[in-house]
């Protein structure tokens, strides 16, 4: 059997006008905020805190788009031991003009300094000022949302059942502490059998 001529045409004016009978959903933008997604990837945020300014998120930044400056500073020592010298954060920048948003400096961060925000409203009207100061990343800090509930159906992460099993191991050496008193190496429990 044939297709009738004009099938199509009659085909595409009914979706037309079906779509023309709706009512249009339109977001009001700046007065009604987006919804974003719990994990969307807005701005990157700095915790200064807990930056050690070891450089790993300049030196693994495909783009080279972030700016560290430091200064070492020596700690007396408490007790008469040596004094030590840290690093002393002065400036941390990234240019979002060539940050790609890969998330490679937040990803081999060892220390949590560094985090995705889902601000997205920090548009600049000159090229120059997208490189922005470790107070304005302090400022986004702010709006980091606290990190989303494990599945209830995953597997435990495995630091916490070794954490689990160790302090079980602990509380189980704390009971045999008789056995340590009769000779016995410490670390085995009253048992003798090894953990």
């Known amino acids: 059997m044939g297709r009738l001529p004009g099938g199509g045409l009659a085909k595409g004016l009914a ?21 974003l997604p719990p994990r969307s990837r807005g701005v990157i945020a700095l915790f200064e805190e807990n930056c050690t300014v070891c450089m790993l998120c300049a030196r693994e930044c495909p783009d080279w788009c972030i700016y560290i400056d430091s200064h070492k500073e020596t700690l007396p020592a408490e007790g008469g031991g040596r004094p030590r010298t840290r690093n002393v954060l002065d400036r ?17 961060c060892p220390f949590d300094a560094l985090f995705w925000s ?8 000159d090229i120059a000022e997208l490189t922005h100061e470790k107070e304005r990343l302090r400022e986004w800090m702010w709006t980091v949302p606290p990190p989303q509930a494990h599945d209830p159906g995953a597997e435990p992460p495995k630091e916490l059942s070794a954490a689990e099993r160790s302090a079980a191991r602990d509380a189980g050496r704390g009971a045999g502490g008789a056995g340590r008193a009769a000779g016995r190496p410490p670390g085995r429990g009253g048992g003798g059998a090894a953990p």
């Open 15 to 35: 979706v037309t006008l079906r779509t023309m009978t709706r009512r249009s959903i339109t977001r009001q933008y700046p007065e009604v905020q987006p919804d």
């Open 92 to 108: 941390f920048a990234i240019d979002f003009a060539l940050c790609m948003y890969c998330g490679i400096c937040i990803e081999v």
């Open 118 to 125: 889902p601000e997205f409203e920090y548009a600049e009207y």
